[in-house]
């Protein structure tokens, strides 16, 4: 896997591109082409509007198991009127990273849970046990978020909630660990399988706008 890419000769017509713009922040390309000369590439108008002929982007192509090639990308050229697709200048400057980049998006979001110990377990949870609790997240990546929530919860316990995106709804399972600032506490997510690991990444990159 980590050679397996040399070049953006070797992406594939349909791969998923995150790409980065200093003073836009981050968007999500697809390939539609990829020729000896060119890359070419379909985005949403907001990040075709904001390109011009010359421009280097951060890219990051994601693999299985949370790897990710991380290359820069030059703009060659854009349709912005009716096509929205932008052409771009092959690289074999390529890194492979273990990990993928995490990012971490300053929001505030609702969010509904409710707390346990891990001494409740195996017991099955019913609604009359559960107090379903409010709290608003402000921070937020795909490993961990900081909940604002004015009452008191112990270090250690488990929370279990869910994130609103754009496709739906993400159940979220995580460990309750005390903040520094008074009413902040740090949510270590736990358990979360890779499919909903890049839905919420695609949120946050939705989010982190310059």
Not at 164 to 171: E, F, H, P, W, Y
């Given at each position: 896997?980590?050679?397996?890419?040399?070049s953006t000769k070797d992406l594939r017509v349909n791969s998923v591109l995150r790409v980065y713009k200093k003073g836009f922040g981050y968007s999500k390309i697809?390939?539609?082409?990829?020729?000896?000369?060119?890359?070419?590439?379909?985005?949403?108008?907001?990040?075709?509007?904001?390109?011009?002929?010359?421009?280097?982007?951060?890219?990051?192509?994601?693999?299985?198991?949370?790897?990710?090639?991380?290359?820069?990308?030059?703009?060659?050229?854009?349709?912005?009127?009716?096509?929205?697709?932008?052409?771009?200048?092959?690289?074999?400057?390529?890194?492979?990273?273990?990990?993928?980049?995490?990012?971490?998006?300053?929001?505030?979001?609702?969010?509904?849970?409710?707390?346990?110990?891990?001494?409740?377990?195996?017991?099955?949870?019913?609604?009359?046990?559960?107090?379903?609790?409010?709290?608003?997240?402000?921070?937020?990546?795909?490993?961990?978020?900081?909940?604002?929530?004015?009452?008191?919860?112990?270090?250690?316990?488990?929370?279990?909630?869910?994130?609103?995106?754009?496709?739906?709804?993400?159940?979220?399972?995580?460990?309750?660990?005390?903040?520094?600032?008074?009413?902040?506490?740090?949510?270590?997510?736990?358990?979360?399988?890779?499919?909903?690991?890049?839905?919420?990444?695609?949120?946050?990159?939705s989010l982190y706008r310059e």
């Amino acid at each position: 896997m980590r050679n397996k890419i040399r070049s953006t000769k070797d992406l594939r017509v349909n791969s998923v591109l995150r790409v980065y713009k200093k003073g836009f922040g981050y968007s999500k390309i697809h390939i539609i082409d990829n020729s000896d000369y060119y890359l070419a590439a379909g985005a949403e108008k907001e990040f075709i509007d904001v390109l011009r002929d010359g421009d280097v982007l951060d890219a990051y192509y994601w693999t299985e198991h949370e790897s990710s090639y991380e290359f820069p990308l030059r703009v060659l050229g854009h349709f912005h009127i009716d096509l929205k697709i932008a052409f771009f200048e092959h690289t074999d400057k390529i890194s492979w990273k273990k990990e993928r980049r995490c990012l971490t998006a300053h929001v505030r979001e609702p969010f509904s849970f409710f707390t346990f110990h891990i001494g409740d377990t195996p017991r099955t949870f019913e609604s009359r046990d559960v107090t379903l609790r409010q709290g608003t997240l402000v921070e937020l990546n795909d490993r961990e978020a900081l909940l604002h929530y004015e009452e008191s919860m112990d270090e250690g316990d488990f929370l279990k909630g869910h994130i609103s995106v754009g496709d739906g709804d993400i159940d979220i399972l995580a460990r309750i660990h005390t903040a520094t600032t008074s009413g902040d506490y740090r949510l270590e997510f736990i358990g979360l399988g890779d499919k909903d690991r890049c839905r919420l990444l695609d949120h946050v990159l939705s989010l982190y706008r310059e």
